[in-house]
């Protein structure tokens, strides 16, 4: 199947800083990425949906200034956590749409200290 | 809005016991309903889906039926392994492919 990457695995930042995450689709080319957010014990929840080329649109409650997407090119997509808080500690995992499945990459955790 | 509730782990079976796990949803129109698994250290995979009432997705030995009339698709298989050890996400697609995912069910088999 479809391969999908996260740069980096895990990470760690202090507060008040930003952190970038790479979301690449590594054999197919995802024309829409999708972006979520997984608390522990809890379900994954949609974040955003990005299509290349073209501003990324953001779930009721998701703050766009905060988290910034990039979908730069068909194999690629970013998320930035501006000024991270303690609160921003989270699994972030991505998917890469291709003939309409979805494929995840294996997520990324980010801790804010 | 949609919503997906499934049953909640962790569960513990021997090998080659019979599992069930239970999944309800509830969502406007017919959705397609999928299941979902993630190895640790690793992305989510879709192991099956259905797309309609009544279909029955299958693969590697696991089976769900979408059940309209209870708004149901219970993940089964009739003799797990160690290696299905992982754990399973029941999803709907709504509106623009966007997906609705339950909790999670962590499975593990013992030898």
């Known amino acids: 199947g479809a391969v999908v990457s996260q740069h980096p695995s895990w990470v760690i930042c202090k507060s008040g800083t930003s952190v970038k995450i790479e979301c690449r689709s590594l054999?197919?080319?995802?024309?829409?990425m999708f972006w979520y957010r997984q608390f522990p014990k809890q379900s994954l929840m949609l974040m955003a949906t990005s299509n290349e080329g073209s501003k990324a649109t953001y779930e009721q409650g998701v703050e766009k200034d905060k988290f910034l997407i990039n979908h730069a090119s068909l194999t690629l997509s970013t998320l930035t956590v501006t000024s991270a808080h303690p609160e921003d500690s989270s699994f972030y995992i991505c998917s890469g749409d291709s003939q309409y499945e979805q494929y995840f990459g294996p997520g990324t955790r980010l801790t804010v200290t | 809005g949609n919503s997906v509730t499934q049953m909640e782990g962790p569960v513990t079976l021997s090998e080659e016991a019979f599992l069930t796990i239970n999944c309800t949803y509830t969502?406007?129109?017919?959705?397609?309903l999928f299941w979902y698994v993630q190895y640790p250290g690793e992305g989510l995979q879709l192991l099956l889906k259905?797309?309609?009432?009544?279909d029955k997705g299958s693969n590697k030995g696991f089976e769900a039926t979408y059940r309209k009339e209870t708004t149901s698709f219970h993940l089964e298989k009739g003799s797990v392994q160690v290696s299905d050890s992982a754990v399973y996400f029941c999803?709907?697609?709504?509106?623009?492919?966007?997906?609705?995912f339950g909790k999670g069910t962590l499975l593990t088999v013992n030898p």
């Open positions: 969502a406007t129109g017919y959705p397609s």
């Open positions: 259905a797309t309609k009432a009544d």
């Open positions: 054999d197919f080319q995802a024309t829409t």
């Open positions: 999803a709907l697609e709504g509106s623009n492919y966007k997906l609705t």
